[in-house]
């Protein structure tokens, strides 16, 4: 892909809520991360790391953040406050503004790495952060938490009641080796840990032997190599034996890695089209895909963006059944702008569509099996409908 960074990732859930968005698990059942990004790591589409550049044509008029930034600069104003309120005017319902140290986070994690404790977490009714998974060898193993563990506090205050999306920025910090001191209960039982942060690998893609005999190739960010990864974990696969492909959750990423992703299962041709501005672009598959394995592509309400990208192209071109329920419906293109204080203005400049022309912004994907329930079982049975081996 050439041309300007691109961008079609999901929406902040709210200013200070650094890196969380929409999506997946945010969606269905309330979760979010902080420490440990990946299926709610709110990542971006991109084809490089630049900007782009100043002459970009701008939406014209006060909606303009640039031009607002410049103008409370002038004043003595807070630029990036002037470039949320223009963005907030312009009707842009995808647009938003960054921090120049919110902007780096997002950098890091489509490195693959992130700086944090290694947990998720999520909200109970009752208002508690309540710890839901803990990464295998992360500082919060070392220390003992353990899922189902309640977080009171972080560094002296009192985290109950607050957003959780909030609690975890507190805990991920911004640099490796700094304390960080947590208040934690478990029952009856209250204490306290010091942990110090560590940098840390997302894991985006984990490849699992089925008791069929199938493999199951689970994507939940496309970060940086994650496209070579899929191809390799579908390269390691049994000969003629079917490949599942779980995007539940995958709120999209580098549009770059899910179109090299889509060169694990087609054989090159075309993987999707967008606008810029109006005008027209398109994106390809790399040749050599082994297009005899049966595939099945598991989606949800969390599969966004570069996830519904290869999953209509999946779709479209008859390589895969696709189980699951409809898609969220990201099919946005964002470009960033660098404000002049150094934070990032993200606007909308255009929209993907898959290989048929359908338009996925606000419509989502639709699959060819409807399941909300057992939905890998049912992938199973598709793929031994398709021939693969039981």
Known sequence: MSGPELYSRPRRIGRGASL???????????AATGSWPGEHQRPKESADSSLVAAHEKPIAGPTDPRDAAAEAMADGKSPTKAAQDAVSRSGDRWGSVYSQGEYEEFEQALDGEYTGIGLRARRTADGWVQVSKVRQGSPAQHAGIREGDRIAAVDGEPVTGHPVTEVLALLRGKHAGTPVHVGLQRGTRAWSETLRRANLSTDSVTSTRLPDGATLVKVSAFTKGVGDQVRTAVGAAPARSGVVLDLRGNAGGLVTEAVRASSAFL??????TYDVRGAQRALHAQRGADTT???????????????????????????????GSRTFGKGSVQMPSRLPDGSVAELTVGHYRTPS?????????????????DTL???????????APS
């Open 20 to 30: 969380t968005l929409i999506f997946m698990t945010v969606l269905a059942a309330g």
């Open 267 to 272: 054989d090159g041709g075309l993987v999707a």
């Open 293 to 323: 394995r049966p595939v099945v592509v598991l989606v949800d309400s969390g599969t966004m963006s570069a996830a519904e990208l290869l999953t209509g192209a999946l779709q479209d071109r008859g390589r895969a059944v696709v189980v």
């Open 357 to 373: 022309g359908r338009a996925v912004d606000g419509r989502g994907i639709t699959p060819d099996l409807e399941a909300d329930a």
């Open 377 to 387: 079982r049912r992938a199973e049975t598709v793929l031994t409908g398709l021939g």
